[in-house]
Each structure stands twice: as C-alpha cells, then as structure tokens.
C-alpha cells in the first residue's frame, strides 16, 4: 500500500508541475486516469484493512440531508435551528466530535439532517477523521457547503469532496462503454468534440484498462469527465452553498463576498439571529425534488392534513409500492385530480405520472 500512495505523490507531483497547454494535454490526461485508477484501487485495499470505515449513521425519514463545512461555521447552530437535535454550540474548532442527526418536519416532509464534524483541508487523505466524513457525505440525498462570511472558501470544499468521490450538481457522463474481444478502442460521438481529442480519448481509456472496447460520447467531455464515466466511484449529489453570519457585514461587503463563492447556487442565512432559514427550508424541499399529494379514499373526502411526499416524476404504480407492497399486484384502477388530469377525476392506470399537488384515489381488488 505505501507503493501505491509513492505512486499517487509522483504522479500528482508531476500533474502540477507540467504546464497545462494543447501539446501536454495527452500526456496529462494519461497521468491523470492512471491516477485515479491507483486511488481507486488505494481506496479497495483501505476498505478491506477498515481503514476507511465510516461513522455509523441509520438513515431514516424521506431524505437526508448533510451540512459540510469548516469547523467553526455554524453547523450546530443552523442543525438546531431546523431540528429537533442538541448539537454542542461552541466557538472553538472541532465542537462536533460525531455525526448529530436531527429531523426536520417540513410541508409533510421529514428531512433527516446530519451535523458532520468540520472538513478541512487534507481530509480526503484523511486528515481531521476526514475519510469518515465523506463516507457519510456520500450517502447524502443534498448536501449542504456551509461556509460564513469569514471563512467562506467554498472551493476547498469542494475539491475535498471531488477527491472524495463525489460530484456536486452533475450528472454522470454520458458515454457508453461495451467491451470486446478484439479490434482496440473505437469512439464515435453524437457531439462535437471540443476539449479532446480521439486520440488522447483513446490513450486514457486504454490508461484505465479498455483495451477492446466500443465507445460512444454524447456530450463534450473533459478528461476528468471521461475518467469520470470510468470510475466505480463516483457520486452525483445536489448541492447549496449557505452563506451563514450574513448579520456581521455590510452590503457590498455581502456582494463582494458572494461574487467568489463560484457558481453553486447560494443562500444567505444568519443562524444565529434566524434570518433566511424559511427560504432555506424551501431551497432543500426543492433541490430534493420533493412533490405532494393528497390521498383521497373511494366515497370518501380527500385527507389534505397530511400530504403523502414523494420524488418528482413518481407514478401511480411508484404509490402503490409506498402504500403497501401487495397494491401493485391488486390494482385496478386510479382517480386523479389535479395538475396532472385533463379533467377531474379522471381515471388513470399505474404508469400515470403525477404531479404536486395531485389527489389521488386508488382502487384495489380485494
């Protein structure tokens, strides 16, 4: 294993000191997935050595949402607000010595939300207990970067987690790979290529092992969305940047600040004087992709107390396995109301897609 992590220092070494430019971009596109193929294979033996074993979490509620940050930015504080947690609130480093989880009851929705301990820089080499605090981030369904208006690097941040695996607002590359027998590497595209080259795209395949293999791209991929589409490991996970202390500043100082935070989307809160949260609990419904509906029993009124909270895009036949796991096979037929109609009442099978706010009547064989 220290041959392996020799490997990764030289080969980083070497990334950093060769100027990037059209006439290296081979050359560093092959360091690159030879790269992360070593990493990927660091990270299988650390695995099996319980190295990189993570804290013991129980997910539960509709989603779970995590707050990854610095120490000292305010995560107890906010998880408090939000939840019915008890997390310590100090103003020194490493407060959060655990996870803390706590709930938070929102527009039918309970949202599990997990303090982490501070990310800092150097964890995904697992510095600060930093390896346990991306296997848990890696479970996420959101992630929060929380940052404050005095240590608002964001992109150390996301560079830990991008080392960690996991990428934030993407989604996976669009690149097919089947394997051969024989006749090398053959890429064909639907797109135009911009930012590589067939032949760089083909040494880096054959870097990380494809050798025979058909490949078809159907976006305009960099290197490290190529190693990406390769890779066993990565995570695709949405994600907000929350601005906290925004009470401690001036306005241009706010805009000042915001203008370096990058291109996630950003909230500005002060948890501690309780500004912004509202918006911020609408921003997590959404980015998780909620939707409501109301469960209307045959003959019967519609419950609007207490909405049945499931993704976007779910269908009937998506309900009828929340319900109970013996309505697929019993279902007859639906009733909808709603957005998702085209009149109401309108009968509908399993695959009828539904939309917020729907009420819904399903009716079962006995």
Known sequence: MAQIEEQIKEIEEEIRKTPYNKSTQHHIGKLKAKLAKLQDELDKRKAKRGEARGYAVKKSGHATVVLVGLPSVGKSTLLNILTDAESEVGTYFFTTLKVIPGVMDYKGAKIQVLDLPGLVEGASKGKGRG?????VARSADLILLMVDVFANDVQLLVNELKKGGIRLNQSPPNVTINRKDRGGVSISSTVKLTNLEYDTMAAIFREYGYINADIVVREDLTED??????????????????????????????????????????LAISAKE?????????????KLDFIRIYMRPQGKKADYSEPLVIKRDSSIGNVCDIIHRTFRKRFRYANIWGNSAKFPGQTVGMRHVLQDGDVLTIVVSK
């Open 131 to 135: 390896r346990e605090v991306l296997s």
């Open 274 to 286: 309780k500004v912004g949260l509202n918006d911020l609990r609408d921003s997590i419904f959404e």
């Open 225 to 266: 969305r190529l190693i990406d589409s390769m890779a066993n490991n990565r995570i695709y996970t949405p994600a907000l940047v929350v601005l906290n202390k925004i009470d401690l500043v001036s306005e241009a100082e706010f805009k000042n600040i915001k203008n370096t935070l990058g291109d996630l989307p950003i």
